[in-house]
T-cell receptor, first 115, second 112 residues
Framework: DTGVSQNPRHKITKRGQNVTFRCDPI?????LYWYRQTLGQGPEFLTY????????KSRLLSDRFSAERPKGSFSTLEIQRTEQGDSAMYLC?????????????FGSGTRLTVV | GESVGLHLPTLSVQEGDNSIINCAYS??????FIWYKQESGKGPQFIID?????DKRQGQRVTVLLNKTVKHLSLQIAATQPGDSAVYFC???????????FGSGTRLQVQP
């Protein structure tokens, strides 16, 4: 297992198009998180899964955003009708129950540019 | 709302010097803090953590100090190396430790 994997690494899309990102967590991790990071800022929490259940969603996750983790393994984050304000790095992280900061592993992110 | 923030956006040091990166927090009930390092094009990487029942914790070349009285923590990096150049974030859990809240980060630039 080489860590948390995110695909694609970069995505350029036209405003109004839909995009989907994928995250493959560390295999034994049952928790999966999505964050958004804009330039010069720290990551901001979007949503959290425990196994296949989506247990929490941030107010940042508008109706145009949807995330799934259908089998409790990989997860997808879809953005519909993209806007220029959606341009950001989308980070995925995973962890296992009870682990603290050292067990929280981030992927390298998907950088989205909406033109 | 509660926040975790940083005093300085950029810190420039000479190679071999010690670096100190500061972080302020506002929630007096916060009991766990984490420092992350983020290199360009990568996700945040865990450096060290500290619980509120400790004042100091040391790792390899790094030390975190926690001052609960003034709600301040710092990350000290000894003998800073070019590979330490990155953005550093402090973070703390929220929502029952289901997620993390991050500050805006300090960029550390190491001059050769």
């Amino acid at each position: 297992d080489t860590g948390v994997s995110q695909n694609p690494r970069h995505k350029i899309t036209k405003r109004g198009q839909n995009v989907t990102f994928r995250c493959d967590p560390i295999s034994e991790h049952n928790r999966l998180y999505w964050y958004r990071q804009t330039l010069g800022q720290g990551p901001e929490f979007l949503t959290y899964f425990q196994n296949e259940a989506q247990l929490e969603k941030s107010r940042l996750l508008s109706d145009r955003f949807s995330a799934e983790r259908p089998k409790g393994s990989f997860s997808t984050l879809e953005i519909q009708r993209t806007e220029q304000g959606d341009s950001a790095m989308y980070l995925c992280a995973s962890s296992f129950d009870g682990q603290g900061g050292s067990g929280y592993t981030f992927g390298s992110g998907t950088r989205l540019t909406v033109v | 709302g509660e926040s975790v923030g940083l005093h300085l956006p950029t810190l420039s040091v000479q190679e071999g010097d010690n670096s100190i990166i500061n972080c302020a927090y506002s929630n007096s009930a916060s009991d766990y803090f984490i420092w992350y390092k983020q290199e360009s094009g990568k996700g945040p990487q865990f450096i060290i953590d500290i619980r509120s029942n400790m004042d100091k914790r040391q790792g390899q070349r790094v030390t975190v100090l926690l001052n609960k009285t003034v709600k301040h923590l710092s990350l000290q990096i000894a003998a800073t190396q070019p590979g330490d150049s990155a953005v550093y974030f402090c973070a703390e859990p929220f929502s029952g430790r289901r997620a993390l809240t991050f500050g805006s980060g300090t960029r550390l630039q190491v001059q050769p």
